[in-house]
């Protein structure tokens, strides 16, 4: 006979949860409502699996990571959707895995309706695939659950994923073009320097005339690229490998993280971000219910940058001690001096000299001072920033005024919008201002380019003529 798990009130209000076998699962409802409870919630667990049976194994294709944002912003609107249609979970779970494509996500549906067909409840089931619900996602929909009010929580939860996506991809935007730009450039100016200046370099000495400043130069910078050609792309890698192996040390990753917070105009609109992405996932846990505790312990693992996981840590310290949020909040809102991160300023700022090196090695010298100057002024910066705090006043006062209110997820929501305005403002505001610093930039190499060329074939031609 056939095992059903159910979950029901009593007639004081008390949660129950437990089995009963019954031939079918209405005959198993009639069978709880005259125990007196009231069902809320019943699946009938599944049977045990014989040696060999894979379930869904068989369904799964391979899959490298875990599921995009994208991807799961699309999958909670639409769960959103049926579970306000009325359609019961494991069937509209069935129905998007089956509308899913070969992926993470497929893989992680199947296996979230085989738990929940074995008894599981949906959160249990989803806190068994990491790949793509994260602990926020699991929390939240554990939340719903206990409230009975999966519905609601779901369309919030597809809200909070589509606003934290579009900020992703509105910042990922702005960076594409410069980016896009510089690489075309590098790649255009490094064929020129490989098959086009040697050429001219040729017929240059052919003709035995002398050359002028600027176009030595010219012929010197392509000599260098001639020779070190393999170099750029293992500059780049090198320096991405480096910045990783720093980040997998704790201090290191502090480091780091503290000079992207204090960089100029970049520091902004990283720190503009993380205000916005924390603040909304705290207040979209307190929302659903989530006690304040875990809510700061995931918003703490969910922020992605080792200031605001310290700061959201000492904050839940100070809880447990019987404190608010906004006192702790804004005393531990200021960084320290950080080693690592003034390491990272020097290293920065060394790096116009080093070019220099790159044309004429004679000049080490000169390229030493330089970076000793450059070094010098670059720690002068981080030292005159690095006491700004992290955490404005506004994001305080707005914290402050939740607690003493009973408010706080609706404040942290305000909090969130204000800062996401300001990060599509700051983003557009820099993609503004790199367009014609880049069309300057690009112009003054080109003209850099053509005078360095010309300059001696109008004294070839001027000869020939007289």
């Not at 059903?4 to 009593?10: G, N, R, T």
């Not at 959103?80 to 509209?92: C, H, N, V, W």
């Not at 014609?436 to 020939?464: Q, T």
Request: with cysteine; net charge neutral.
């Amino acid at each position: 006979m056939p095992t059903f798990q159910f979950e029901a009130m009593d007639p004081q209000g008390q949660e129950i949860r437990d089995v009963i076998e019954a031939n079918t699962q209405d005959e198993a409802q009639d069978t709880i409502r005259e125990m007196g409870y009231f069902v809320t919630r019943i699946t009938q667990q599944k049977a045990a699996k014989k040696k060999g049976d894979s379930s869904g194994k068989g369904r799964k294709t391979f899959a490298l990571g875990g599921a995009s944002g994208k991807k799961i912003v699309t999958f909670t609107r639409q769960l959103s959707i049926l579970q306000d249609a009325g359609l019961p979970i494991l069937r509209s779970l069935k129905i998007l895995e089956d509308q899913a494509k070969p992926g993470a996500l497929k893989n992680s549906l199947i296996d979230v309706c085989d738990e929940i067909e074995g008894g599981a409840s949906l959160s249990e089931a989803m806190a068994k695939a990491p790949r793509a619900f994260d602990r926020l996602y699991v929390n939240m929909i554990k939340a719903g659950e206990a409230g009975g009010s999966l519905e609601n929580i779901l369309q919030r939860l597809a809200e909070f994923k589509e606003r934290t996506q579009g900020l992703k991809n509105k910042v990922i935007g702005a960076m594409m073009y410069p980016v896009m730009v510089v690489f075309f450039t590098i790649g255009i100016l490094t064929f020129i320097m490989l098959f086009i200046i040697p050429q001219f370099q040729e017929m240059f000495e052919e003709f035995g005339i002398e050359l002028p400043a600027m176009t030595v130069l010219l012929m010197k910078i392509s000599s260098r690229v001639c020779q070190l050609w393999f170099l750029f792309p293992l500059i780049p890698i090198g320096m991405v490998l480096f910045v990783t192996l720093v980040c997998k040390f704790k201090a290191g990753r502090m480091g780091w993280h503290l000079f992207l917070l204090k960089l100029p105009i970049m520091g902004k609109l990283v720190e503009k971000a993380n205000l916005a992405r924390t603040t909304r996932t705290l207040g979209a846990l307190v929302a659903s219910g989530v006690p304040i505790i875990e809510g700061l312990t995931i918003t703490r693992e969910t922020s992605g940058n080792a200031m605001y996981e310290k700061l959201y840590s000492k904050v839940t310290d100070s809880i447990r001690a019987g404190e608010t949020i906004a006192v702790p909040m804004k005393e531990n809102s200021f960084p320290g001096f950080h080693p690592v991160a003034a390491f990272f300023f020097c290293a920065v700022m060394s790096l116009p000299p080093l070019m220099v090196l790159f044309v004429d090695p004679e000049m080490w010298q000169g390229v030493a001072y330089g970076c000793g100057v450059l070094s010098i002024l670059g720690v002068a910066w981080y030292y005159l920033n690095y006491k700004k705090a992290v955490v404005e006043d506004l994001v305080i006062n707005m914290v402050s005024v939740g607690e003493e209110t009973g408010e706080l997820d609706v404040m942290l929501y305000k909090v969130a919008d204000y800062y996401e305005q300001e990060v599509e403002t700051l983003t557009d505001g820099m993609l503004k201002m790199i367009e014609p610093l880049m069309i300057i930039f690009l112009g003054l190499v080109v003209l850099f380019i053509v005078a360095s060329l010309f300059m001696p074939l109008i004294s070839i031609i001027g000869g020939l003529t007289g």
